[in-house]
């Protein structure tokens, strides 16, 4: 299950993530994104995004303006599907990124392969690999993660092996527990990481509480990070509510609260403070488009307990096979 955080980029992620996959036939989009000034103008260029997918695999590329106005590459994923039965899947995923002048770096491989059982539970192992300075491929990371199927939910536990001086060590473990009742679910996830004497410590825990009901989707995750004493500590929440129109446009209102908020200073007080609210409206627009607007409201260093008004950041053009986002993904 994958949950998005409605932070700018983190928006454009999962609005422009989403396409259809159809019975083997190939769908693609391109989307691009435009800033807008203080003055409600649309001035710098984001990221370009156009991606294609198939039953055999996909294409994600990113461009972007240099600082010469070229339009160069920043990253580029190619996914090929080796292998696909009912026993499993394995996919090969290379990943190409480039410096600021467009120039490429040494790419990144990942294969991910999956074995799925009879009774439901499966293995997924990922593999990433990095070129050495002698240009040979050598693995960084290795994850596997196992997954139980139990009754109206699942149940998960991922080992996280990277790259150390003294070879490849266990450095995470994550646990995640999923209740489902329909639509509805209710996820609970705890990250450990290695305590530096052979032990393993929780340094972060994710809950995340998803609800339907008719039209409108609401969502409320909370992020617990380790305190001074060692203990996970509340240190930031989400909230959000999509409603989605007959026409298929669809509003999001996301409130986020953080312990750390602009002009205020955080003491020992557990509760949690309105950081920022952004609404994410999404529409169909001519041309086969979906058009998706973010505007946001943040709290201002004069008066850190008050919202200012709402400003628009930017503005989001997805063309070919597009819907609009949703405030989670699964």
Known sequence: MKVCIFAPLAVLACSLGVILEQSGAQQSNVSSTTAVDVNGNLVTDGPAISQS????????????????????????????????????????????????????????????????????????????????????????????????????????????????????????????????????????????????????APAVRQTTEHKVQGSEVSENSAEYEKGPNGELQLHGQTVSKTTTRPDGSKDAVVDIYSRDVPGTVTGNESGLKLQEQQTIESAPGPGNTVVQTLSVRRATVADPGTLGPARQLSQTVCKGDCKPPKASDK
């Open 53 to 200: 997918k198939s039953a055999t695999g996909s294409q994600t590329l990113v461009t972007t303006q240099s600082i010469n106005g070229r339009t160069v590459p920043l990253e580029q994923v190619d996914e090929r599907v080796l292998r696909n039965d009912s026993s499993g899947k394995v996919t090969e995923r290379i990943v190409r990124r480039y410096d600021p002048q467009g120039n490429p770096l040494p790419p990144v491989r990942e294969t991910i392969e999956e074995q799925k059982r009879p009774d439901g539970s499966s293995t997924v192992q990922s593999t990433t690999y990095r070129t050495d300075i002698n240009g040979s491929m050598q693995i960084v990371e290795k994850s596997v993660t196992d997954t139980q199927k139990n009754g109206s939910g699942e149940s998960s536990e991922t080992v996280v092996q990277r790259l150390t001086a003294n070879g490849l060590e266990t450095v995470e473990k994550q646990s995640q527990v999923v209740s489902k009742q329909g639509d509805n679910y209710q996820a609970d996830s705890t990250t450990y990481r290695s305590d530096g004497n052979g032990g393993f």
